[in-house]
DNA sequence: CGGTATCCCCAGGGATACTG
DNA sequence: CAGTATCCCTGGGGATACCG
């Protein structure tokens, strides 16, 4: 199995690379589920969609202003985030033949109902907050 | 700053590592709450948080059981991944002192409330895929 | 059984330089 | 401006061996 695109996760089953498959006994809670939110979640948490995603939930935004708004992201990663989220029909990108070029990039219609769920997860980690980082002191607490 | 423990996902501001902080401009959306979120996309996305969260869905496991039923995972990343669950206070660690020992791991109510948050995300990836796929059909035979 | 400790590899990603 | 191309280095994570 070739991966068809550089972009592209690597969607093959999790074990050991060249291990054979043998998946004999049914795996609990339908393994290509799991699969397939591990990858949507490896794409959403991987170091730098999520910053792209929200920036562009105000609306289109070019390279550069992605580039200013995502501090620190280097430019080649903006390039590749970009690239795999464009892929994926999260985002659209619109070149506008002038000189000097402009290249928007904006949110599709699919990555605004994944922006939903982005921000479901984000409320979450604000009301959270407190316990996560209580339940960390606990734990560095114990042990010692 | 130091991280607090080895456990800790690096929460400082992404930006170059030995780059001096300016923070001049008011950051879009919250520096803050973006960089939570990532950090909870992060622990969310890794390679097996999913897969054991989901395998702790229905009840308590044993190292082993998680073992088996993460298919392909290693002893010391599933040991690493249970650790970061429990640190976050996701997950408990129940320690029985029987020879030989039994460990059970279970799910908090912190972590069942993420779990919520998954499954939407689950949901949403399956709802989905048919359209990330065609998208990347699209996009692969576009780029030649 | 349920872990640590150690070694080691390679891909993710930063820095830098060049291009249409 | 909006990218490629190249180099290089770090740390995530697999394999293996040992321990309480």
Known sequence: MSLGNKYEPDLR??????????QAKEPPHE?????????????????WTVFIVRLLADGPMRFNELRRGADGISQRM??????????DGLVTRTVFPTVPPRVDYALTELGRTLLV?????????MENRPAIV????AFDARED
């Open 13 to 22: 089953p999790i074990r050991a690379p060249q291990q054979d498959l043998k």
């Open 134 to 137: 209580a339940a960390r002191a």
């Open 31 to 47: 393994i290509g589920t799991c699969r397939l939110v591990g990858d949507v979640l490896a794409r959403a948490g991987d170091k």
């Open 78 to 87: 903006l390039t590749l985030t970009l690239r795999g989220l464009e892929r």
């Open 117 to 125: 769920h982005l921000q479901g997860l984000g409320e979450w980690a």
